[in-house]
T-cell receptor, first 112, second 117 residues
Framework: GENVEQHPSTLSVQEGDSAVIKCTYSDSASNYFPWYKQELGKGPQLIIDIRSNVGEKKDQRIAVTLNKTAKHFSLHITETQPEDSAVYFCAASRVGYSTLTFGKGTMLLVSP | GAVVSQHPSRVICKSGTSVKIECRSLDFQATTMFWYRQFPKQSLMLMATSNEGSKATYEQGVEKDKFLINHASLTLSTLTVTSAHPEDSSFYIC?????????????FGPGTRLTVT
């Protein structure tokens, strides 16, 4: 089955800095890679996703890059703000198989 | 759009009783819904996948007789924890996938905190 590794487990940055979270996956058939943000006591919120037919996707301060050859994808947050503080999960899925395999999460702390 | 609700948000019950958690997709139809369990500071653990009108598919190690799942309509799935025990205390989260076969996205509910005393 699919295995998703996520690093780092915790990340502390100063407000205004950039943050990068990296994930690797094992199943070369995976073709959908979403990122979720989870605030304390709440459910995960889909913030951005990418499919394997593109290498990069951007939405304002958030971007995701995908390297299919190396089987890794990354979340980039620029100009971080304290409200970006949360746990971020990456996940992977493949065509015809609707379940997601999640990474273990990254706790991002943005200090003012 | 793509809003998923859960009810209740918190529940406390006594050991041996049953608890029902509802998951609703508010602005889309979901042929597939998922139930997850999350322990503190851990990732989401998939418990089961439910498709509207058919029996749920449970992940290995999840007791189907203990965690009853019903997906009776395209907007509602329920999880019933039967004969709850303290070790069932956890954060239960549902997600829903829009009915379009080309859709990949899953949208999550806000979660239900279950405490069994």
């Amino acid at each position: 089955g699919e295995n998703v590794e996520q690093h780092p487990s915790t990340l502390s940055v100063q407000e205004g800095d950039s943050a990068v979270i990296k994930c690797t996956y094992s199943d070369s058939a995976s073709n959908y890679f979403p990122w979720y943000k989870q605030e304390l006591g709440k459910g995960p919120q889909l913030i951005i996703d990418i499919r394997s037919n593109v290498g990069e996707k951007k939405d304002q301060r958030i971007a995701v890059t995908l390297n299919k050859t190396a089987k890794h994808f990354s979340l980039h947050i620029t100009e971080t703000q304290p409200e970006d503080s949360a746990v971020y999960f990456c996940a992977a899925s493949r065509v015809g198989y609707s379940t997601l395999t999640f990474g273990k999460g990254t706790m991002l702390l943005v200090s003012p | 759009g793509a809003v998923v609700s859960q009810h209740p948000s918190r529940v406390i019950c006594k050991s041996g009783t049953s608890v029902k958690i509802e998951c609703r997709s508010l602005d889309f139809q979901a042929t597939t819904m998922f139930w997850y369990r999350q322990f503190p500071k851990q990732s989401l653990m998939l418990m089961a996948t439910s498709n509207e009108g058919s029996k749920a598919t449970y992940e290995q190690g999840v007791e189907k007789d203990k965690f009853l799942i019903n997906h009776a309509s395209l907007t509602l799935s329920t999880l019933t924890v039967t004969s709850a025990h303290p070790e069932d205390s956890s954060f239960y989260i549902c997600s829903a996938r829009p009915g379009d076969r080309n859709s990949y996205e899953q949208y999550f509910g806000p979660g239900t905190r279950l405490t069994v005393t």
